[in-house]
């Protein structure tokens, strides 16, 4: 039976409605004011934007896995890690996806084709792709515990672990009978966490649900006093974390992210993440706790969504191509924290995008992403706050455009046409609220906007007002009245409550004719100032109801300076600030007529300011291009930032306006930024907790330096190296300054922003290099330091001087005995010199006789009177060319060389008069190389080595003997085809043997001899 719902419990739902409004308008209002990223892209060094995992090893490297391979980040460079096409001791994969550091300080890599783990002493991984027979492939987690055993699970293949002391791998199943082979987990990525109170795992897996893994025990289950935790046992789970004692996941099967208290033991909190663009935000790529316990949840469906600490009120965040600020990617797959708390997280598309929270000091409004005009045509002038707390700009084309902050709604109000003189400026130098009016001048006339029914008016002007335009070039609201003033030396004021003018006299007596009164302002005493050029200031006489001149002679004198003023502004200790476009900013004391000037030299962001103002805290801010400076009088330094939001624009006018609550309000292309300086002020300081030497390049060799790497040796010959240092750090606007110093070299410490220092042509010996990073504040890091020797050449070292002086006095000690046993030297050198010359002569004369044969003389004289009976002219011939051999041979018996073409002209005699002997029984070629010729070769030599292949070869008309003659690379060879005899006459086997000798005396190349079944075969040096 249903019930009547009574009126009571109408009034609780009603207010327990109400009760859930606020507390939503609640949220929203402790929500963070910005999420405005900084990123670090591939343009930077980072090889791939797709980022999986980091990790800040013991010496304060950085390691980033991403799907191009394994990068060491130092704060400067990268330094990337891939695999190498057939090396086994590369990376095994490049796509990463977890990775941890062991307890020896080695690099463990979980990626798609299964663990690495790099050895940073010697530079190489070692790779582990199955185990027990089944490839791991995809591995999405690896862990050192506490034992310092490694832990990895294979998304296919189940959880292992890695022994370190002995190199087994273990391999656990949820059920005990699964094997290797036959198990099929799905282990997902971020799904490995450590119990902080007892030896265990948390792991979430797909079809298994959340696990819990007693290593003690070495089995799977939940312990008794988590038995809330079993509903969760058979979900889809994805996305560990821990958070002191918390425990926290992603529940995809009940769409909620869980927090359970393990001290406890009970839940916290359970929340689902509800988004503005997808139906479902499961499953998880990860959960990242901050050390303020926010969270920081990148979801596998392209949402993410910020959750503060112990409340867990969501913010969901996305990326937008039009806002800079904005998150580089649509998802993030790991985080990270800074020292200095900055939050980084690893995008899916565009590499990092850091965020520091802690540091916020304002909110940012995009103006032009509807209105695209704003930036070309209304450009924001003037500014006024509103009674209501919503802002009004006077445009620079007649316009005001009214802006809420709360709502971001712009409206925009246009001066009509008939109103305005289109020869003149247009822009509204000045708006002021009175009442129910806004009130805005330009050189068209001093205009009146009625706030409640939204139009314009003209106010009348004074006919010398009205004549002259350049009057209108600068309006203030004083004291309930409106001040104009421009080229004239005078200046009118409008009563707004009697609607009358009056006009006052300025006494300059300047005739400069580019005369003008730019700005006012009121000082403590109520008194009203004019900044003029050329005069400088003025300020207003009640008693005489004139503006006296307050000459500033010095700066009057700097025109470069007086023309380019921008801005007038006081602080609260009564100071008078400029600015300039091009020359910096100004302080003028109006008491003792002085001033000082700032630039870029003195810590000023950028010389080109358009604006100082001062806030509640004595402090001059300038806006500065793309950056802004903030000086503080108190420590006499400049801060710098710049904004995601700002553009290097340096034709866009930046602008400053104070707000009511102490903010200030900066303009700047397409964008309102509200800032609050006292919550600038109170910002933590950016910390660098460590500076790095990263590594130090020798030549074309380059050394990565880490804890177990405290020296390094340079070798003698590359006594030019370069150590490069960095520190991680977020301060993009103060950079960084670094003192480092070569004990041993440098005389005193050197200063630099730049990260490496490079020496050249360093003496041998031991150096010491010592390096500290230096934040702007002035914080200083830990020296970290690193051993360099230069190895001496052996010349260089005190063992060659002390062996130089041993030689030194062998050499005198032994010089008397050199001495007495010179002549006997002298001696055996002679007897030597003897009898090589008596060995050579014997060679020479053993030659001659062979030369001389009578075997020889009497073949030939026997062939010579068989030509003489039967062909007597022949024998004529035959018997000159006999003489001509023997003439060749007494001619040349003295001779140790002659040239091969006189040697084979010879030959050739002797070889006409063996054919006319033997006939067709004997055959000889001859191919000599032509270059060659002029080289030179021991007499008869030839005709020794074919005399001898026809004393010892058959040589007849049936069995012809060959013999060849040629050259090749300086030496000559002569070949003939073996025939043996097998009586040879007059044989005592001494010629070749000879020869050698011979040519041993003459030459370090030798006569070389080849038999072989067929050939034999002598080789002559050529000389």
């Not at 007529?593 to 358009?610: F, S, T, V």
């Not at 490069?724 to 041993?744: N, S």
Request: hydrophobic share 40%; with cysteine; charged share 20%.
């Amino acid at each position: 039976m249903v019930r009547k719902i009574s009126g009571i419990v109408w009034l609780r739902l009603v207010w327990l409605s109400g009760l859930v409004v606020w507390a939503n308008w609640l949220c929203a209002q402790n929500l963070p004011n910005q999420l405005d990223f900084h990123h670090i892209r591939e343009r930077d060094g980072i090889p791939l934007t797709l980022v999986s995992s980091f990790l800040e090893d013991r010496d304060g490297f950085l390691w980033i896995g991403t799907f191009d391979g394994l990068n060491r980040y130092d704060g400067s460079h990268f330094v990337n890690f891939k695999r190498k096409k057939n090396s086994s001791t590369s990376l095994l994969s490049n796509a990463i996806y977890d990775v941890c550091e062991d307890t020896n300080g080695n690099i463990w890599v979980a990626s798609d084709k299964g663990v690495s783990c790099y050895n940073k002493t010697t530079g190489r991984f070692r790779n582990i792709k199955s185990v027990d027979g089944r490839n791991l492939n995809t591995c999405l987690n690896v862990v050192c515990d506490r034992n310092g055993d490694i832990w990895f699970s294979s998304y296919y293949a189940g959880l292992y672990r890695y022994v370190m002391k002995t190199g087994v791998i273990q391999f656990f199943p949820f059920n005990p009978r699964d094997t290797p082979k036959t198990i099929s987990s799905r282990i997902s990525n971020n799904s490995f966490v450590q119990d902080p109170h007892q030896n265990g795992l948390w792991i979430a897996d797909k079809k298994q649900g959340l696990q819990y893994f007693d290593i003690d025990r070495q089995r799977f289950g939940l312990p008794p006093q988590h038995s809330y935790l079993e509903a969760h046992g058979q979900h889809y789970v994805t996305a560990l974390a821990i958070d002191g004692d918390r425990l926290l996941f992603g529940d995809a099967t009940d769409e909620r992210v869980v927090v359970y208290d393990l001290r406890k033991q009970k839940l916290v909190k359970s929340f689902p993440l509800v988004s503005k663009v997808v139906e479902s935000a499961f499953d998880l790529f990860t959960i990242f706790v901050d050390r303020q316990h926010n969270l920081w949840i990148g979801s596998t469906s392209n949402v993410m969504f910020f959750a503060e600490a112990n409340t867990y009120r969501l913010t969901e965040f996305f990326h937008n191509k039009a806002n800079p600020g904005s998150i580089g990617a649509n998802s993030f797959m790991a985080g990270w924290q800074h020292p200095d708390g900055s939050v980084w997280l690893g995008t899916i598309a565009s590499g990092i995008s850091y965020i520091n929270l802690e540091r916020s000091f304002y909110k940012a409004y995009p103006i032009d992403s509807n209105f695209q005009s704003m930036r070309e045509k209304h450009v924001l002038i003037s500014h006024t706050e509103a009674d209501d707390g919503t802002w009004w700009f006077g445009t620079q084309q007649a316009g005001l455009i009214h802006y809420i902050p709360k709502t971001g709604q712009l409206t925009m109000y246009m001066v009509p046409l008939s109103m305005i003189d289109r020869f003149h400026n247009r822009s509204f130098e000045s708006v002021f609220q009175h009442g129910d009016s806004l009130y805005a001048g330009s050189q068209n006339g001093l205009f009146a906007f009625d706030l409640v029914t939204k139009r314009f008016s003209k106010l009348s002007q004074p006919d010398t007002m009205a004549r002259n335009k350049d009057i209108g070039r600068a309006f203030a609201l004083h004291n309930n009245q409106i001040w104009c003033y421009g080229a004239l030396k005078l200046v009118f004021c409008y009563t707004i409550a009697t609607r009358q003018w009056q006009q006052f006299p300025i006494l300059s007596k300047s005739v400069d004719p580019k005369f003008v009164a730019r700005r006012s302002l009121l000082d403590r005493e109520g008194t009203m100032w004019l900044e003029m050029y050329p005069d400088g200031f003025a300020h207003f006489s009640k008693k005489t109801e004139q503006f006296v001149v307050d000459q500033m002679t010095q700066v009057a004198q700097e025109e470069e300076y007086s023309l380019t003023t921008t801005s007038f502004a006081k602080d609260s200790s009564g100071y008078f600030w400029l600015t300039s476009v091009g020359n910096g900013l100004l302080r003028y004391n109006p008491r003792r007529k002085e001033y000082r000037l700032w630039d870029e030299n003195d810590g000023l962001a950028h010389n080109r300011c358009w604006v100082a103002l001062a806030d509640k805290q004595g402090n001059i801010w300038t806006s500065c291009a793309d950056k802004f400076s903030v000086y503080r009088p108190s420590s006499n330094t400049f801060f710098n930032f710049s904004l995601l939001q700002n553009h290097i624009d340096v034709t866009y006018p930046n602008r400053l306006f104070p707000l009511r609550n102490g903010h200030i309000l900066a303009v700047i292309e397409g964008f309102l930024i509200d800032i609050d300086p006292e919550k600038l002020s109170r910002l933590p300081l950016a910390r660098i907790d460590n500076v790095l030497i990263s590594r130090v390049e020798v030549g074309d060799t380059t050394y990565l330096v880490h804890r177990g790497m405290p020296s390094i040796r340079v070798g003698a010959d590359d006594k030019d190296f370069t150590v490069h240092f960095a520190a991680i750090t977020t301060g993009k606007d103060d950079p960084v300054h670094y003192q480092y110093q070569l004990e041993g070299y440098d005389d005193s410490p050197r200063h630099s922003s730049q990260t490496y220092a490079l020496y050249n042509r360093l003496p041998s010996g031991e150096y010491r290099f010592t390096v500290k990073a230096i934040a702007p504040d002035g914080q200083k890091t830990a020296v970290r330091s690193l051993l360099v020797y230069i190895d001496s050449h052996f010349y260089e070292t005190v063992w060659f001087w002390m062996l130089v002086g041993v030689v030194l006095l062998g050499l005198v000690g032994l010089f008397y005995r050199y001495r007495i046993e010179q002549t006997r030297q002298l001696h055996q050198l002679q007897v030597q010199a003897t009898r090589l010359e008596r060995d050579k002569t014997t060679i020479q004369y053993q030659n001659l006789i062979n030369h001389l044969n009578p075997h020889f003389l009497f073949n030939s004289l026997t062939s010579l009177n068989s030509l003489i009976v039967t062909q007597p002219r022949e024998a004529s011939v035959f018997l000159r060319k006999l003489s001509v051999m023997y003439r060749y041979i007494l001619q040349n018996k003295e001779k140790e060389l002659v040239s091969l073409q006189d040697e084979l002209v010879f030959t050739q005699h002797y070889i006409d008069l063996q054919s006319t002997r033997f006939g067709d029984g004997l055959q000889i070629e001859v191919d000599v190389n032509p270059d060659q010729l002029a080289l030179q070769i021991v007499p008869v030599t030839v005709q020794n080595l074919l005399e001898n292949a026809i004393k010892h070869n058959i040589a007849s008309d049936e069995s012809p003997l060959l013999i060849r003659i040629h050259s090749d690379n300086d030496t000559l060879y002569v070949t003939n085809e073996l025939q043996r005899k097998v009586f040879v006459e007059t044989s005592n086997k001494q010629g070749l043997a000879s020869l050698q000798s011979l040519y041993r005396y003459l030459t370090s190349r030798d006569v070389s001899i080849t038999e072989t079944s067929s050939q034999f075969t002598v080789a002559i040096p050529l000389l």
